[in-house]
């Protein structure tokens, strides 16, 4: 199939939006900007449709979809009860990065929820995602417009990079702001429960609801522990080269990694080094990289998966990175770099 790319970076082009409506509506698959990263939208009523997402990507039919709306009466059809919670999340938060879980209706087919009896709903902030939602019937099931197992496209080339001639549309929209998937929380149980850390953090959440507390299976790696949310449990993205987080006071952080470059390129090896602005003239070894500043947290989240694409695109051996533990997105970014190292942190000592 041949992947039509329409240009909206400077804003929506109503016959392009037209058509990909029409896709949409036919059951085919739109790629689209979101304020988080880049969505693969399908028809979430239609089983069909939802089913060449799991293709395209190559996506495990155990993980489920989240259904994007573009107007807060659209949870009706498709959600049993609302809790008073989820209204005053959606007031503080929505149309934003917040996934909230429900109990579903019949209309959603077990298809777009992984077999599930709940789904689980974003309206996100970005106005090409409204207005291709609303033209394509107002419920978008959409995951991250990547391969299954690579890093999640933050902008339109990373989704051509791994799905052209499996998608029928890609609408460009530019780079995107926040760079890291939803916050999603669970309204499903006693009290709400985070199943994903993202860009709306526990504070914020906690501000409003009193505690909430984190899925205890994203927090340490235990076999026996189960996170709630299905996809959370894949490994999601190893770098090819293979990746270690150095954590501890900065000038131990730098020196460490600097002892570990040294050795990988004494031993043959070319090292990749993931710092920031602040601490990229510290490493003279290696293909260095800049992710973003310690002083505006939402750069390293921008620029974090679009970092980890490029070194796959170079002949390093060895990533080193930097640990992010920043005050407001440190946690949602830490639980994505720690997922690509497998765990691997070493303590600066
Ligand atoms: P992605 O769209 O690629 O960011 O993945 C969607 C995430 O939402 C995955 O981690 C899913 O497991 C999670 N998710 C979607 N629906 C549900 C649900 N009904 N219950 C729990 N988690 C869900
Ligand atoms: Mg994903």
Wanted: glycine content about 10%; aromatic content about 4%.
């Amino acid at each position: 199939m041949e992947t039509r790319m329409a240009d909206m970076t400077r804003g929506i082009d109503e016959e392009e939006m037209a058509r990909a409506g029409e896709i949409l509506k036919r059951g085919g698959l739109v790629a689209f900007p979101t304020e988080t990263v880049y969505g693969l939208g399908a028809n979430a009523l239609d089983e069909a449709a939802a089913a060449r997402i799991y293709a395209a990507k190559g996506r495990p039919s155990d993980n489920p979809l989240i259904v994007h709306i573009c107007e807060f009466s659209a949870l009706d059809r498709i959600v049993r009860e609302i809790p008073p919670e989820a209204k005053k999340l959606a007031e503080a938060f929505w149309p934003g990065p917040l996934t909230m879980i429900f109990p579903k209706t019949d209309l959603v087919p077990y298809g777009t929820t992984g077999g599930l009896d709940t789904v689980a709903v974003r309206m996100p902030n970005h106005p090409l995602a409204l207005a291709m939602i609303r033209a394509g019937g107002g419920y978008i099931a959409a995951p991250s417009a990547n391969t299954s197992g690579r890093p999640s496209p933050t902008r339109a080339s990373h989704v051509a990079d791994d799905l052209n001639g499996k998608i029928d549309m890609i609408i460009d929209g530019g780079d995107v702001g926040i760079g890291l998937e939803s916050t999603i929380v669970d309204l499903t149980g006693d009290v709400p429960a985070i199943l994903r850390p993202g860009y709306i953090n526990q504070q914020m959440l906690e501000a409003l609801l009193g505690a909430v507390p984190i899925d205890p299976a994203l927090l340490k790696e235990d076999p026996n522990l189960r996170p709630k949310a299905p996809g959370m449990k894949y490994r999601h993205y190893a770098p090819k080269a293979g990746l270690t987080i150095v954590e501890g006071r900065p000038e131990a952080v730098r020196r460490r990694i600097n002892e570990l470059a040294a050795e990988e390129e004494r031993t043959g090896g070319r090292a990749g080094i993931i710092a920031t602005d602040e601490s990229v003239s510290a490493y003279p070894l290696g293909i260095v990289k800049s992710v973003g500043t310690r002083t505006d947290e939402i750069t390293i989240s921008a620029h974090l998966y679009g970092i980890l694409r490029e070194f796959d695109e170079l002949e390093v051996t060895r990533i080193y990175s930097e640990a992010f533990e920043t005050p407001q997105l440190g946690q949602a970014i830490m639980n994505r770099l720690i997922k690509a190292a497998g765990h691997q942190i070493i303590r600066a000592e």
